[in-house]
Structures are given as structure tokens and as C-alpha cells.
């Protein structure tokens, strides 16, 4: 039978130790976990700005709530967004923190008022950990496993560009000029890239580039573009020699089935000094430029006379659309003579051979040379920007550029470039030094300076992977496609007035003025006079219309058609029964404006605006008021200024100008008979 | 009643506080021992246990510390649960949420995940501590069965639990894990398709993932747990001082000790008893054992504690399909099995594990000598256990490889440069 | 270290342990329950722009905003705002003459919310109007303002 023995129910002591140790410790971490959450970066921040908050006049924050405490939350369920930088960016909606010092600094500048931060947040334009609470976890410096770290401010017009995907977005610059590089350095071409869809970039077709060009232009041009022409846009394709070789095999043996038109030109009478007066008359410098002067639609004329061959010239100048049919060079009237003058003229002038002679015509009847050179042209991707019959189209050469501001950087190679590996960098360097990233490249060196280069970055850095809820993006119009038909569809082709005029934004940009309304801006007479012999009615301009030597009938048509068609009913519905006394307070308005500054009458008066003698027969009496009204309705940027005229005023001012210029301007105005 | 007097009042309370604990705090020793076996919590123990039970390199309370981490997994995963959403891209929100702006939820975070680390670890450190005293043999080979499979369960609760995230570090590792289980021959595809919930891992997969780890593992894991501890107390602690020779115990005489405790001494009598041959041998269980008990627990927490407080508990970028990182790593414990697929698939992969699982499963119905039973690497053992302690060896080596020494495309790197 | 401390010594560490883990084991209860409470609102902000001080007409017709559930006033003495929930169970009020009705119970309310007759057991709440820096109408949703409340702007 066991008796219960006492045992000692007390514990060793060292046990009693490790109870009290291990009961303190607990209640050290808990104060260390307290701690710990007090003195989060976040709270000490806020402490800061209440402390701010009282040395500053009519805070708005002080106004609605008594205390500034606790996280603030953006919370943006349309975009996937959260944002608490409004926990520590405390003054950033209130323009009474204007110049404090960060981060409780207001906003600069007025984006907040477009931009509110309840409906945007702020990681859509700065980029950022928007869920953090801290500054080193908000990736306001690159941060680990934050793929998008804030953006640098010089860089942040990239993420204007991921809701407005219009081509010239507002407040920009740099963003609208690399969207403008993309299409005129002819990125379109070769790559697909979203946001640019519809347009297009072509160079030269090349059908009949055998007839066309000396070859020994064509080996210095293919080896470097800009070694012939600085501004060229076709990038250098760092081909080899035997590249060369062969492309120059291939594309000369690229000849126009028909044979050109001058055969039978009288070249030992050409008259050159008849062809420079010719080419003077026909403001050739309109479209091309000569020692950089000029307009930069078609090729520079510098040094032509050492690129194109005699009677490739002769049939351009005489048939453009016959030898080369997308040109956008219009077809001139001319007799052959004058082309044989204006020919012979060009290729003796503009060369640096001198003498003017032409090389025997060489033909290549190599047929490896000729296949090489044609792998080679498919294999770079040529026929991307310049069509070729004898290839069939294969689509665009380069990767499609769908999402690629959202790519991994360090999937990319970067070469021996030490830079920080990110997708902004990596596509800088694409961009600017392609064959520089470490492995072959297709792409070609387009000679970009730096600066170029980065705004083509912002462009390219905007375009991301996902896509935004409709009501935050704002698109690109996209012009429609103008193609009259008829005789007047017939005339806009012959003469290319979709070169530099647009039709409902579609068309060239030379002219500044859309045809949309002309035909109730312009007079019929005038219109159909002008055509035939384009005038000056602005001084100081260098792109002239070109004189097309039209026929009248055609210039007829045109007016016609101007006159039924491109008409603004708000503009046709003036009434133009003027009173001399209207006439008169007119005529004082003109002096009291000072219009006089920058519009000539007669022979005095400024050279900013278009000379005014001839507005009655010139302009109609309807635009003339509503443009005085209202110029920026009608060009946005223009230098008119807006008085603010009363419509008594405008109409007054009306009466006068459409009274210049008429035979009958006097009696307008209610003087007594000469 | 009447409430007026203090006296009254005092003995009011005393009632309510006897309906709900019957035992007061006890003061005499049958107090003691009824407050053991009248708790539904505490009567997992016996009234009283011998004293050399209560040495720390008796078992090294590797035991209690899993329990004492189940238990902090399922309080700190509860938690975590009320903020935690089971649905991509959601589900990596919520994680940063609980990063920033959860009060206290990284400490909670952090607890949770380096807990479920040392719960792998402690587990596997307790099986080789029940291995090494050959505790498994007769008659406690279920209950080694039953653990084993308690490893499974830990093993699989830390795997579901891992994909929570949705970062690149559990997309890939999960990708690579059921790429793994996917290898087994005739049911590998089916069961990558039933755990994925489909061909690749999205939505259904964290959904499955989830209600894996928070519902049914650990629902198997309390039913296990429970059996596992029943089975101690019934087949007894392997490790008491002095044991009854198997004929005395076949008898169910217990020389020394003629003490019964009404019901028990109907049931079938503990082999190797927990209760000492010695009376001057017991001790209490309250307060002795559960003091130590209590400390190891509170060591625990503070431990953990600590570590959360320190170092925080990896959260990489978002998972991304098209972007595999390299290395793709599985989770830590799965790197040796990794580390064996890198040299052959099916053999690394399926037959080794698969074989390691059985191994462990039928060791204590062929190895049932139940010589150097309890003792620490008895030297009747001395072969079985060097057996064993060199495939652990090579197994923890292949773990180290794996996690240490293997870098992009899985080549050797040396991991101080 | 002596392998017996004194009793009283070893009691106090008893007891320095049990107050100890005690106070820790509440302080992290209560660290639980501040766990519990959420710091953030996925909800759409209590505080927003209703637009500028003119678009809201002059006069005694309010301009009613279903999205918020309010009621803007542009009275003579300036700007006021008043909830459209009936404190009953809830149901949008109408306009009723000067005052509000109820469609659900019939409760009716005069022009500054007071209840004038019907189940609804308190007037309907005022909200604070604010001005903000970028001159629109800002509703506090939190801030509630007696009816002599008005915002000149």
C-alpha cells in the first residue's frame, strides 16, 4: 500500500527565473511591437504637418476636419488603383501649401484642377508603389519587386500619353513631337505600334529605280543615306560591301516596263537659262529645297544632278504618276521643250560633277548578284516603307510594339552599356544606337541626336500592356479617307492637292488652311483667277503655290466645285446690303485698331498678316465678320487678336474690307465720284 | 438571494465561478490531480507523471513545440484571414494591405510564415528524435504512422499556404511543385489537374489552395493531432526511468504501485507506464508539468516574437505568368526533391520520395525488436540508426544544395560570391 | 547561483512572471482587437465634390443628387445640405410642399427636417457643406451640422 510521500511541489529555481525572463521579454516585445506601429514614418509625418498646419494661413484642412489622423486612401476600382500618398502628401490639394516644404508642398501648376486626385490618383502620372505607406516602400527611388518605380518628372509626359493617345496631346510638347518622329521617321513602317494604327509612311516605290538613278549614287546612298543628304529619313543599314553589291545589282535591274518618254528630245538645244526661269516660275521650292532652303516635302535638289539619269528625269517631270505613282508630286502642263530646258537645267545646276554628262547607262545582267542583292532587300525589310512589284508584300519586318513600356528590362540586352536596366532606358538605346545592344540587329542607325531620341522614348513609354476603362482614355480622331471623284477627283490627282491641303483633316499640313469651308471664304472669280497664277497675298511666307500653268477650265472646275461644296451654311446667310456710314465707321475702326500694324493697304502697313487691298474681291463678307468675331473659332493659334468686337463693330469693319479692292470701292464708301 | 451582505456576495460568485471550472484552484494534492482529469483541455495529461519526464532532453518537448506552432498558425492565420481575399490580383493587394496599412498585420505576416517554416522543421526534427529512441516499435507503431502522416499534413499545409501570396516567389514555386507531382506515373496528370483546378494556375487554384489550407488540412491535422496524442497517452512515453519487464506488463501488475483511478483501472493498462514503478518517482503533473510546459510555450512565442519583429517575410512583385524567374525555386523543403529531379525526373522526382514515404510508413512493422526502446541512440540501434541518420544527412544535404548552391538555370553557384 | 533561493525571492519571480505574462497576454488581446479594426475603407469616399456653387440653381427647389442621397439647397442665406434618408427605415423622402415626406410609412418633415408627424423617430441629418481650393461644392459625410448651418459662397 504506497503512502502518498510528500513531494515537493515547488519548482527548481531557475525555472521561477526563466517564468519571470520569458514574461518580461513578452511584455518587452509587446512595447516593442507598440512602438513599432507609433512611431510608423507615417505618423511622425502627420505629427510634422499639424505642427506646419498652424504657422499657415486659411489651410483648407483645417477647415473641415479637426485633426489630421490616420491613412488616406484613393481608392480607384475602374483603374485597379489604390493610393495612400495623401497620408504623408498632406498640403498636396490645397493651394495654402503652396512652397512648403516637402512633402506637404501644394501641387505646382494647375494640374490638380484637370487632374483631381479623387478620380485619378496620383500613381497614373507619377508612377510609385501607390499601397505604400512610407518613402522607401512608395518606390520613390527604384525599389526591389516594384516593376514600376516613380517616374523621373523629365520623363513624366510618357504617362500623359497612356490615357491621351491623341497624336498632338495638350500640354505635352515632348510627347506630341516623338508621336510626331514616329510617323515622319517612318517607325509605322516596320513596326506595329498601337496608337497609330491607319497611318502610313512610304518612301520612294523603287519599280523604276534602274531607270532612275546613277549607279554610282546609289552605292554611296545605300552605304549612308546622309552622306548625300543630311536630312534624309531612311536610316543607315550598316550593310556590308558585298550587301551593297548586290543590292545595287538588284535594284538595277528594277527598269519600268514602258519605256520613258524621251526618246526624240532635242538635247543639244536645251536652253538651261530658259529652264532656270521655269523652275523659278514653277516654285519648285515650294515641295523640295536647295541648300537646305525650301520645303521639305520632296527630296532636297542640292546635289540631283549627281543622283537621277537624264531621261528618268525628263519622263518624271513630264508623267510623275506614270513613272513613280505614288508620288506626291503634282503634273505639271508643260510643252517638252520646257522639260528638256528645265531637265537640262536641274541636271547641270544642282550637281557637283560640273559638266553635267552622262555616264553610259550600265545594265546588270549578273543573276547572282541580282538574287543576293534581293535577299538581301527582303531580308532587311526594304519593301516596308518602299514598295517593290517584285516582291510580295511579307508585312511588317520589326516585332510588333504592342505593351512595350510594360516589357521585363531585363529581358532585353543592353551591350556593353552601363546603364540602369530599365524598359526606358533600353528603348532610348534602341532607338538612338540600335547595333550598339550586344547582339545583331536588323534595325538601321537613323542618326538621331539625343534629344530626338528621348521624346521618341516618351512616345514609345507610353504605350502599355493593359488597357485603361474607356472613360479615362481619350483617342485619337481618326481622319477619314478624302477621295473626290469625278472631274474634280480627277483635277485633285493630277495636281496633288491633297499634298499640302486637307480635306476634313485629312491630307498634307503645308497649308494651314482647310479646304473644308473655302468655298464660303473665297470669291468664285478669285478663286478661279488664283489658280492660274497663284499670287502673293502673304509676304513673308515660304511655301508659295506652286503655278501649275492649269488650264482655265480646269481652274473653273475647281472654283466651281469650291463654290458648291466646301461651303459653312453660318457663313453664306451675311447680309451684305452695306451702308456708307457702315463703310465709314469702318474705315475708323480700321485706324482706331491699328490693324494697319500688321496688314498692308496699298503700299503701307505690316507684313504679319495677308495683305488687305484686294479683300473685296477676295474674301466674302460673311467670314470676313466671323472671323473678325472670333478668330481662334477658326484657327486656334492664330495671331489675330480677338477685340472682342460688338457685331455692329464687326459688321462695320466688314463693310469696309469688302469694299477694297472693288472698282466700284469708292462709291462704297460714299464719296463723291473721282 | 440577498445581495446586501458582502459575505452573500462573495458566495455568489463562488458559485458561478464552480459552475464553470468545478475545481478551484487546487491547494491539496487531490485537488491536483482532479484538476487534470476534469479539464477538457488539460486532461491530455495524466495526473501525475514521473519526474524524469520532466527532463528537457527526455524529448526535447519537440512535440509540444509543433503543437504550441499549430496552435500560433491558427490563431495568426485566423487573423489574417479577415483581410486576406483568395482571388488574384486581389489577393497580392491584400497582402500589401496587411503590410501597410493593417495595424500590427506584419508582425501577424511575418509570425505566420516563419512559424509554418519552423513547424516543417520542428516536425522533421521530431520524427528523428522518434527515430533515434526508437520510440516506433511495438506498441507504438501506429501512432509513428500516424505522425508520418502528420508530416504529409505540415507538408501540405505549408505548400497550400504558400501560393496565398500570388507573388512571383509562390507562382513559380507552386508551378514547379505540382510540375513535380505532376511526374508520377498514370495519376501524376490527373492529380496536377485536380489540385490546379484546371491546366494552369489561376483563380480555381488559389480558391483550392485556400480552402485546403484554412479548412481541410487543418481539420485533418486536428483529427490526427488528436489521435496522435491519445495514442501517447494510451501506449505511454517510450522513455521512463525503469520499465515493467514485458511479462509484468502483459500481467498488468504493477509491482510498485497498487494505485487505481476508478475507470482507468478497467481499461487496458499503459505498457510502459507513464506512472513511475516508484511513487517517490511522481510528481504532479500540476503545477510541475505544465509549468514547464507553460515556459516552453512562452519561449516559443517570444522566440517568434523576435524573429517577426526582425526579419520580414518575403513579398516579390506580383505573380506573372509570362515571367518565369531564374532560378524558379520550390519552397524550401521541397529543394531537395528538386535538387533530385535536376539529375532525373521520374527517378528524383516520383520513385525517391515515393519510396522515402513507404520507408517511413512500414519501419515499425519490419524493424518490431523492441531492444534500445526509449533509450537515445541505444547501441542495440547502433545500425538502424546510423541508417537512418545518414539518409537524414543526405537528405538535408540535398536541401542545402539546393537552396544554397543552385543558381540561375540551376547551375552551380557558390553562394558567397 | 545557488541551487535553492530564498522562498520570498522565488515567489516574487513567480510573481514578476505572473504579471508580467498577465499584462503581455492583455496587451496582446487588446493588440488583436485594434488588429481587427479596419484602417482603410474600400468604399467610396465619405467626402467628395458635388460640383460648383453654380450649378445649383437659387430658390426654394433643391437640386436632388441620388448617387449621394442628398438634398442642395442654394437659399437666400446660402448653402445647405440635407440627407434624403428616412430615419425610420430608410426609404428616399420626397419633396412635400416646403417640408419632405416619406413614401414608405408616410413620415413627413418640415423644411429644415424636423419631424412634423409619422414613424420616424428623429429629423433628417445635415451635412457639412465646404468650399474646396478649387472653388466646388465639397459634402462631409462625416460631419453632421445643426440646421442653422450655411455655407456662403
Redesign the interface.
Known sequence: MGVAVEIKNTAPPRLHLAFAGLGLALLAIFSWMLLHEGTAEWRTTQARFRRLEATVKNPYQLAQSATVAGLRQIWLPDLGRVDRCRTCHLGIDDPAFTGASPPFAAHPGAWLSTHPTDRFGCTVCHDGQGQATDYVNAAHQPQPFVPRPMRPLETIEANCGTCHRALDPPAAPRLAEGRRLIIALGCISCHDIPGFEGLTFRGPALDSIGNKVRPGWLAVWLKDPKSYLPQSKMGNFRLSTDEIAGLQGFLLSQRLQEPLDSTGVDWKNADTANGRALFGELRCVSCHSINGRGGTMGPELTRIGDKVARDWLFSYLKDPHRVQPDTPMLQYRLTDNQLRDLTAYLLEEYSSAGDGSEPPSATYQDARLVSAGRAVFERRGCQSCHRLAAIKDAGRIGPSLAGVADRDPNEWPYGSNVVRHTTDNYIFLKVLLPDTLGQPSLMPTFGLTPADAAKITLALASIRKSDLPASYVLRRPAPAPYQPAGTFGELVTRYRCLSCHSVGGFGGDLSTVPLDRIGSQLQHDYTAKYLLNPGAVRVNVEARMPVFRMLPDEAKSIADYFSAVFLDDSLDQYDTNFTPSETRRGQELYEQLGCRACHQLGTQGGYVGPELSTTGVRLKPGWIAAWLSKPQAYKPDTLQPDYGLSSADARALTAYLSSLGRSDAAQARGENAP | MNQSTPGSMAAWLDGVRRSVSRVGWPVTDKDRAAAMISSLFLHIHPARVSRHVLKPTYTFALGLIAGILFLVLSVTGLALMLYYVPYPPEAYRSMKDLQFVVTFGIVLRNMHRWSAHAMVAIVFVHMCRVFWTGSYKPPREFNWVVGVLLLLLTLGLSFTGYLLPWDQLAFWAITVGTNIAAHAPVVGEQMKFLLLGGHVIGPMTLLRFYVLHCVILPLAMLLLVSLHVWRVRKDGLSGAATQASPEEEVAGVFPASTKTYGLMALSKRPRASVEARDPNDEVFAWPHLLYRELLVALAVIVALHVVSLVFMAPLEEMADPTRTPNPAKAPWYFLGLQELVHYSTLVGGVIVPAVLVLALLIIPYVDRDPKGSGRWFAPERRITNSIFTALVALFVGLTIVGTLFRGANWAWVWPWR | ?????PDP??RS??A??????G??TA??LA??V??????????P?R???IGAPSDFPPGGAATFLPDWRLYVFNGTDGFYAISSVCTHLGCNVRRGGPGFECPCHGSQFDESGQVVQGPAPDPLAWYAL?L???AQL?V?LD?QVTPEFRLRA
Open positions: 547561483m545557488p541551487s535553492e533561493l525571492v522565488r519571480m513567480f514578476i512572471g505572473c504579471i508580467a505574462m499584462a503581455a496587451g496582446f493588440a488583436t485594434r488588429f481587427f479594426v479596419p484602417n482603410v475603407l474600400y468604399e469616399s467626402r467628395f465634390d465646404s474646396s481650393p478649387h465639397v462631409d460631419q
